[in-house]
T-cell receptor, first 115, second 113 residues
Framework: NAGVTQTPKFQVLKTGQSMTLQCAQD?????MYWYRQDPGMGLRLIYY???????DKGEVPNGYNVSRLNKREFSLRLESAAPSQTSVYFC??????????????FGDGTRLSIL | KQEVTQIPAALSVPEGENLVLNCSFT??????LQWFRQDPGKGLTSLLL?????REQTSGRLNASLDKSSGRSTLYIAASQPGDSATYLC????????????FGTGTRLTVIP
C-alpha cells in the first residue's frame, strides 16, 4: 500500500527560488496536512485541508501557499524560498480530520535545503 | 498554547529490558493523545491513539496510558528489541474538530543488542 506519497524526497534551492512540494494519498481520506520538522522542535502545522475544496492556516503559514487539487492531492508552494524554510516537510492525511479518533498517516518527508 | 514535553531526549537500554517513555502536556483539556514512531529518514508511524475518555491502550508489547488530570502519558515497551530503536513522538489534539496536533520533540531510543 502506497499510503501517503511525497515528491521530491530531497531538494536544494537558492534563496528567492520557488518550488512546489507534492503530496498524494490513496486512502480516500478527507483531511490532509502539511507539517515542518526542525531540530529541537516538534512538528508544526503549516496548512491543512479539512476536506476537498477547503484550506486553512496552521501554526506557521507565513511564506507558504497550498492547493487542494482534488481529494487525493495537496500541494505546498514556496513562492520565494528563504534559508529559514530549510526543514523537513511532512504531508499527512486522516479520515474526517479532528472529528474522528483516527490517527494521521504520514509520508516519508521532503528534505529541503535553501542556500 | 499547548506545550508538549518529552523527557529524556535520548535513552539507551540493553535488549530485553522493559522501559517507559514519558510525555507531559500543559493543557489537560485534550481530545486525544497519539504516540508515533519515527525511523531515521522516514515519516511517522502511528503506534497508539488514546481518546480522552480512555485510560490506556495496548498493542502487542506496547502500552500507552493517559492521565489527563496530571497532564501525563507514558508509553511502556516490554521486552525491548533492537528493532525498537527509533524516535518516539507524542502528540495531542485539543478538541474534536481541531486539526492541529501539538507534538513533543521526541525521545530517541537505542536498544543495544
Amino acid at each position: 500500500n502506497a499510503g501517503v506519497t511525497q515528491t521530491p524526497k530531497f531538494q536544494v534551492l537558492k534563496t528567492g527560488q520557488s518550488m512546489t512540494l507534492q503530496c498524494a494519498q490513496d486512502m480516500n481520506h478527507n483531511s490532509m496536512y502539511w507539517y515542518r520538522q526542525d531540530p529541537g522542535m516538534g512538528l508544526r502545522l503549516i496548512y491543512y485541508s479539512a476536506s476537498e475544496g477547503t484550506t486553512d492556516k496552521g501554526e506557521v503559514p507565513n511564506g507558504y501557499n497550498v492547493s487542494r487539487l482534488n481529494k487525493r492531492e495537496f500541494s505546498l508552494r514556496l513562492e520565494s524560498a528563504a534559508p529559514s524554510q530549510t526543514s523537513v516537510y511532512f504531508c499527512a492525511s486522516s479520515d474526517r480530520g479532528g472529528f474522528s479518533n483516527q490517527p494521521q498517516h504520514f509520508g516519508d518527508g521532503t528534505r529541503l535545503s535553501i542556500l | 498554547k499547548q506545550e508538549v514535553t518529552q523527557i529524556p531526549a535520548a535513552l539507551s537500554v540493553p535488549e530485553g529490558e522493559n522501559l517507559v517513555l514519558n510525555c507531559s502536556f500543559t493543557d489537560s483539556a485534550i481530545y486525544n493523545l497519539q504516540w508515533f514512531r519515527q525511523d531515521p529518514g522516514k515519516g511517522l508511524t502511528s503506534l497508539l491513539l488514546i481518546q480522552s475518555s480512555q485510560r490506556e491502550q495496548t498493542s502487542g508489547r506496547l502500552n500507552a496510558s493517559l492521565d489527563k488530570s496530571s497532564g501525563r502519558s507514558t508509553l511502556y515497551i516490554a521486552a525491548s528489541q533492537p528493532g525498537d530503536s527509533a524516535t518516539y513522538l507524542c502528540a495531542v489534539m485539543l478538541w474534536a474538530g481541531a486539526n492541529n496536533l501539538f507534538f513533543g520533540t521526541g525521545t530517541r531510543l537505542t536498544v543495544i543488542p
